[in-house]
Structures are given as C-alpha cells and as structure tokens.
C-alpha cells in the first residue's frame, strides 16, 4: 500500500505513474514507480498544480520501459484529465498512447477524444475500438479508466462503464521489441495534440476489481472538485 495526498491505495501490480504534484515546470518528470525519466515538450505547470498542455505540439515522452510490455495480459489504466480542446487538428487527440512513436498499430493501446462530440474513444488503430457515450466532458476534470480482464476490454469514465469490447488480440509486447515508450498528450509531436490539463496516469499489470476501482474513484474526486 502507499499514500499519495493522503489517500492510501494499493501498489501491487503498479508499473506505471506518473503525477502533476512531482513535476516542477521544468524539462522532465519521474515516473514514480522506477524512476525513468519523461522528456516534456512545451509542457508547463498549470497555476493549480497540474500538466498544461497547449496547442504547439505539447507532449510527454518516456524511454522505452519493458514494464509496459505485458502482452496479452490483463492492465488498468487510470488517468485524471480536464481536456479544453476536442476539434482534431489533422489526427484526433490523444490523452495518452501506450507506445508514442509507433502510431497506429493494431497493438497499441491508446486513449482519444472523439472531434465531435468529446467522448473518450479507446483505441489501437486494430481491433480495439470502444466509442463512448460520455459526451460534454470539456472543461472539466474527469476520471478515465481503461480495463483489459481477460478478453474484454472496459473503459469507465467517472467510475461509470462506458464501453466494452472483446474482439480483440492487441499484445504490447510486440511494441518497439518489448520496451514501450508511453507518451503522453499529442499523437506524433505536431498533429493530434491534447490540450487542457492532466493530473496523472497510473498503470497496473492486473484487472483492478469493482471495490478497486471504485475506492480510487472515491478516494481520489476530492482533489478535483468532484
């Protein structure tokens, strides 16, 4: 278990996390479980603490990280985010892309706003396509979760089942020969670029439970006016 803003939640199976509260305006943040390092691009610090992102091909990139390179395995993923921006500016944009340089792979997890209507798309440019229903999200902080438990994958936003999708074979073990290099706020540096603010990204190598997931929810709101 460990504290973060004085919420206690579980690290088993963490790999992956990165938050606004360990970022100083500068150049590069940590990743909180193995310490790899993010290079950000026009990336700042929001007044209130948070990830900025901007219209000028903002980004957070990380090395490759062989953590990421679970297969076929069962993940959570988890992000806090508050999107000013859905319009797409050439590629629809991206919240966060499981591998940033290899794009549209069919192996490639990656979180989208819809340039209609906003709704979180979860998407691998193969076989992983779940559309939500969750419209109207702009200007405002909420939570989005993507859940792989076997062969489903489920997307929550704000702790609410909004998709689902079994008919798929994504593996990301096959990205970048099994060193995966998230990226975090554009699609490749100069289109689909994100805009708004993003508190964190946590990832887990396990399915986390509906008793999980909901008491992150719970736990976590506050922070966010929610």
């Known amino acids: 278990m ?5 919420i206690k939640f579980s690290t088993t199976g963490l790999i992956f996390w990165i938050d606004s509260e360990a970022f100083n305006g500068g150049s ?13 691009t026009n990336v700042t610090k929001h007044s209130e603490g ?3 992102f901007g219209s000028n091909a903002n980004r957070i ?17 988890i992000c806090w985010f508050y999107p000013t921006q859905i319009n797409a500016d050439g590629f ?4 966060w892309m499981w591998d940033g340089p290899t794009g549209n792979n069919t192996n490639n997890p990656q979180m989208i706003l819809d340039k209609v209507d906003g709704s979180i798309y979860s998407f691998s440019g193969g076989d992983l396509d779940i ?5 109207s999200i702009i200007n405002g902080w909420h939570s989005a979760v993507m859940i792989r438990d076997g062969n489903t994958i489920t997307q929550y936003i704000d702790n609410v089942a909004d998709g689902t999708d079994s008919s798929f074979t ?3 073990t096959s990205l970048n020969s099994g060193s995966p290099r998230f990226r975090l706020g554009s699609y490749n540096g100069g289109s689909g670029d994100y805009e708004g603010n993003i508190a964190s990204v946590m990832i887990y190598n396990r399915a986390l439970d509906t008793e999980e997931r909901t008491k992150i929810f719970n736990d976590q709101k506050s922070r966010f006016g929610i």
Not at 2 to 6: I, K, L, R, S
Not at 29 to 40: A, E, F, I
């Open 131 to 135: 559309q939500g229903g969750s419209t």
């Open 50 to 52: 948070w990830f900025s």
């Open 92 to 95: 629809y944009r991206r919240i």
């Open 28 to 40: 590069t943040v940590k990743d909180l479980v193995n310490g790899s390092v993010g290079t950000c």
């Open 61 to 77: 990139d990380f090395a490759g990280n062989s953590a990421l390179a679970i297969g076929t395995g069962d993940f959570t993923a």
């Open 170 to 172: 994504l593996n990301t």
């Open 2 to 6: 460990a504290f973060h803003n004085g």
